[in-house]
């Protein structure tokens, strides 16, 4: 049985979909105003392994990832690039596709943009209003009334006496109370805007992601997720809006990622240690910043610095280089390790006890590849169809091992120097053999050879 920590209830809790063997999982995607950066790619990787072991464990999953493609962040971009707003978002929702295929992340099956479904937005507000849970004071907003709503806080273990100490009402807002919030803002001179019963104007953000849950994925479903700053007040405030205005529970299970820490500090553009996917994939392999990523628990904060990604590199090539030199195999074997992988996943995802596994599998097949060649084989093809689960160890060897290496080295020099070498051992002239093997080594290439043959790759 499969089972994942609701931060609703802070227990682990076996999963019962609401119906039969299907799941419904709604992610809070990104604002598409600039790159995503590398806490973003924490919550897409960890929400695609989510993905992948629902899909492999047999469940049918609907899996939705919302985009934020319009709100004050964006507005602002726009305006300083001296285009629009939705050309913006355009540009960078494409860099988004670009930076998570980089990363193996697959595509959700639904992927709404708040713009499309700025409708249902409207008739969401309305029955809130009806219902007295929203008003709209005339100025053109529209507000939450965060005090009539009985459940407010049961999210995060906020109550609303404390939340109300300190909190102030904004000169330009017309609010019955600070905690109150806005689901329809008036249009303000230059910004984009729609059409609303309570004039033109554009949707609050928390509002968007209520209407586009409920329209994909129905009033109740099974699981919702998104990064560790929005449980407050974003998801409160879904909870509010959605459960006040079904009169139905909203998400049963609410999954969290941790946090992405830059050398033990929060990552910040003021304290100069913001990295975006493009950036950090310059420099590493994006199956090394990947295997980082999967390597620590989805709840768990993680430390992104130069040696986590030096272990994640080291880590990959000890995988690599257990796999070079085999035949090509089906899976076969290793049905303890598969079942011990099973065990970790299922315990809420637990991934890095997952890597331990392949870790005791890799052990395994180079004990066997001296003496048995083909259970050796069929133990790696094993290794790969585990590793896939969590997106890694889908390369050749080789062409993991020798990434980088363009523009480096020329590779065509290193293979003909490689096969002076073993023409070289063949004549038994080990100094000519020894003194290419320096030269090779001078180049910043290390050889290794094998029952496979000689392979190489890049020295550190």
Known sequence: MLSIYNTLSKTKEVLKPLEGNKVSMYVCGMTVYDYCHIGHARVMVAFDVVARWLRHSGYDLT???????IDDKIIRRAQ??????DRLTARMIASMHEDE???SVQRPDQEPCATEHIAGMHAMIQTLIDKGYAYAPGNGDVYYRVGKFAGYG??????IEDLRIGARIEVDEAKDDPLDFVLWKGVKPGEPSWESPWGPGRPGWHIECSVMSTCCLGDTFDIHGGGPDLVFPHHENEIAQSEAATGKSYANTWMHAGAVRVDGEKMSKSLGNFFTIREVLEKYHPEVVRYLLVSSHYRSPINYSEDSLKEAKGALERFYHSLKGLPNAAPAGG???????AKAMNDDFNSPEACAVLFELVREVNRLRDRDLHAAAGLAARLKE???LLGVLQLEPEVFLQAGAEGKVDAAQVEALIQARLAARAAKDWAESDRIRDQITAMGVVLEDGKGGTTWRLAE
């Open 63 to 69: 899996y939705v990832r919302n985009i934020t493609d």
């Open 80 to 85: 300083e690039n001296g285009e629009s707003f």
């Open 101 to 103: 295929a980089r990363l």
């Open 154 to 159: 049961k999210l995060s273990r906020m109550k």
């Open 335 to 341: 049905e303890a390790f598969v079942e011990r992988f």
């Open 386 to 388: 585990l590793a896939s």
